[in-house]
């Protein structure tokens, strides 16, 4: 049986639900790397959510515009460019946002690749369906 809201494309939660779910995942993903690594700091739960609402805004509007760019490289690459894409990304965050530190390139790419990975499995144990 289809519910309504799939029908919409929004799957079987609301706007509002998905995206808070999607705000706590990040922010604990981020939360979990400081706790991981010594390079990457957060003072308080505040910052890893407004870390969480930076990446996400940075995730929509910049990177694809730094994918389009480096599409060749990316090419060539076979892909493997995107980690230091996203490791870009996450290091602009650290730079716009007060409260969220990441000592090196090296960190952050680290730290990237463990968001990812974590982000992934949450998501994954986040739906019911």
Request: aromatic share 10%; net charge negative.
């Amino acid at each position: 049986m289809i519910r309504s809201a799939e029908v919409v494309g929004m799957g079987t939660r609301g706007g509002h639900e998905s995206v808070i779910i999607k705000l706590t995942i990040s922010s604990l993903s981020i939360l979990f790397v400081t706790q991981v690594f010594d390079g990457i700091e957060v003072e308080s739960i505040t910052s890893a959510i407004i870390a969480a609402i930076a990446l996400g805004i940075i995730n929509t509007f910049i990177k694809p515009v730094i994918i389009l760019f480096t599409l060749p490289i990316t090419v060539f690459t076979l892909g493997i460019f995107l980690l230091f894409i996203n490791a870009g990304m996450l290091y602009l965050t650290a730079w716009v946002i007060e409260g969220f530190y990441i000592n090196s390139y090296l960190d952050a790419l680290i730290a990237s690749i463990v968001i990812s990975i974590v982000t992934a499995f949450l998501n994954h144990m986040s739906k019911s369906d």
